[in-house]
Antibody, heavy 124, light 110 residues
Framework: QVQLVESGGGVVQPGGSLRLSCAAS????????MHWVRQAPGKGLEWVAF????????YYTDSVKGRFTISRDNSKNTVYMEMNSLRGEDTAVYYC?????????????????WGQGTLVTVSS | QSVLTQPPSASGTPGQRVTISCSGS????????VYWYQQFPGTAPKLLIY???QRPSGVPDRFSGSKSGTSASLAISGLRSEDEADYYC???????????FGGGTKLTVL
């Protein structure tokens, strides 16, 4: 079955860096776009970034542009999120989620399935 | 302040029908599909409705979605205690060039 497993979360100081990983299994990762969505403690969902199935296009929410980089290694069945210059407001559970449409070239709010999430805490 | 507007809370008694609204604009709901997610405390969200009104396999037909103009709604009929959860709407927004979510609605089954 399709499974997404995030890792790499932890506690980091403001201004620090962290790299999240999302290991995919049960499907051919190279055929699907992938998202990162985050949820601050006690708050709602916020879309963070998307990478096209072939890695040719990447999209980010304004608050992370220039600080976060989404990437993928289809040979390792893994999607990454490199996070730099971290701020307190980046504290959240970060979920990776699959776009269920094969080789799609557009973005929608369609996420299925989601991983279990990894917690990132930015604090001194 | 979320781009899509949902009521923060909703409630109903077992067996009742409850609706949750999601209001947007021409740059999101008015032009693109709406998606709905269900989230229980401490767990990842789960897809409930896709493309405005389609149910994934395994989602009970008690859940239904609709869209009209720049607003969308999620209806839950025959309310059950296990429906108590947070519900979120989502859509692409071409003014922001990003996916936008509603702030979420906490559903309580009385």
């Amino acid at each position: 079955q399709v499974q997404l497993v995030e890792s790499g979360g932890g506690v980091v100081q403001p201004g620090g860096s962290l790299r999240l990983s999302c290991a995919a299994s049960g499907f051919t990762l190279s055929n699907y776009g992938m998202h990162w969505v985050r949820q601050a403690p006690g708050k709602g969902l916020e879309w963070v970034a998307f990478i096209r199935y072939d890695g040719s296009n990447k999209y980010y929410t304004d608050s992370v542009k220039g600080r976060f980089t989404i990437s993928r290694d289809n040979s390792k069945n893994t999607v990454y999120m490199e996070m730099n210059s971290l701020r307190g407001e980046d504290t959240a559970v970060y979920y990776c989620a699959k776009d269920p449409r094969i080789t799609s070239t557009t973005i929608t709010g369609w996420f299925d399935p989601w991983g279990q999430g990894t917690l990132v805490t930015v604090s001194s | 302040q979320s781009v899509l507007t949902q009521p923060p809370s909703a409630s109903g008694t077992p067996g009742q029908r409850v609706t949750i609204s999601c209001s947007g604009s021409s740059s999101n709901i008015g032009s693109y599909y709406v998606y709905w997610y269900q989230q229980f405390p401490g767990t990842a969200p789960k897809l409930l409705i896709y493309r405005n009104n389609q149910r994934p396999s395994g989602v009970p037909d008690r859940f239904s979605g609709s869209k009209s103009g720049t607003s969308a709604s999620l209806a839950i009929s025959g309310l059950r205690s296990e429906d108590e959860a947070d519900y979120y709407c989502a859509a692409w927004d071409d003014s922001l060039s990003g996916v936008v979510f509603g702030g979420g609605t906490k559903l309580t089954v009385l």
